[in-house]
């Protein structure tokens, strides 16, 4: 099974980049989308019914903001598009999916704001998610998505210039600390390493792309019941469309 997460920046934005040619030829079970920035009858036809694949979304009351998707080959048993967080629910964070084997969550984390004016709601957040996971943590899951933070130095090009920047803050890194604790494993470190250059978001800025002066805040976590089942972790670079690139997993 191959599962594929990536932030598209806009989803009618990425329709018109090929999207739909790059999504029938990686042919993933699943992919979790985030950031769709559209709203119930915005989406063209062609993406909300892809052959193949059922569709869920879940959208903001803001227009133009924020948003989650997936598309999926088997459907599942139960979908649930609120985790209990009004203000979270409200911005379309979030879709559980519930497989007869395991659980899927896709997630689009807040970012914090520029001048951290949102960390509190952020940090709230993750306290929110945490607590919640904390409950159903035995169970088989799988966490794709945005999570907004880069855990340690190597997740970033230039660690020792944002040391105090939002996304890399002690107080922000501290809750992947604690997914970490509560079990789940961050796959593609688990299967890649220490490995250097390895970013899934770029500035749009100061051409950063192309310097690969990135940061990796975009995850699959996994499960202990999921974890030794993985046999590949990839994140794909060469992807473009958004200011963020695909990342995934095959179990």
């Known amino acids: 099974m191959k599962i594929i997460s990536w932030n598209v920046n806009g989803l009618r934005a990425v329709f018109k980049k090929n999207f739909l040619e790059w999504f029938k030829k990686e042919n993933a079970d699943i992919f979790c989308l985030q950031e769709i920035k559209a709203q ?3 989406i063209p036809e062609a993406l909300v019914n892809p052959a193949g694949y059922f569709s869920y979304f879940s959208f903001a009351l803001k227009k133009g903001y924020s948003g989650v998707a997936v598309y999926t080959k088997e459907k599942p048993l139960v979908v ?3 985790i209990g967080l009004k203000r979270f ?3 379309g964070r979030f879709l559980r999916l519930e497989y007869k084997d395991f659980i899927l969550i896709n997630l689009y984390m807040p970012n914090g704001g520029q001048e951290k004016e949102n960390l509190s709601y ?5 306290n929110y998610l945490l607590e919640y996971l904390e409950k159903i943590k035995e169970k088989p899951l799988v966490l794709a998505g945005d999570f907004n933070i880069a855990y340690k130095e190597i997740d970033l090009a230039e660690p020792e210039k944002n040391q105090d920047s939002i996304m890399f803050t002690p107080e922000e890194r501290r809750q992947i600390d604690r997914l970490v604790e509560l079990g789940f494993t961050d ?5 890649h390493g220490d490995e250097v250059g390895k970013y899934t978001w770029w500035s749009y800025f100061s051409l950063s792309r192309d310097r690969n002066l990135g940061w990796r805040i975009d995850y699959v976590f996994t499960s202990k019941d999921i974890t030794g089942k993985i046999k590949n972790a990839f994140i794909l670079p060469s992807v473009f469309g958004s200011d963020h690139c695909p990342v995934g997993i095959e179990i």
């Open 40 to 42: 119930e009858g915005q």
């Open 122 to 126: 952020k940090l709230e957040t993750y």
């Open 89 to 91: 629910d409200e911005e």
């Open 80 to 82: 649930e598009k609120k």
């Open 187 to 191: 796959i593609f470190r688990k299967l």
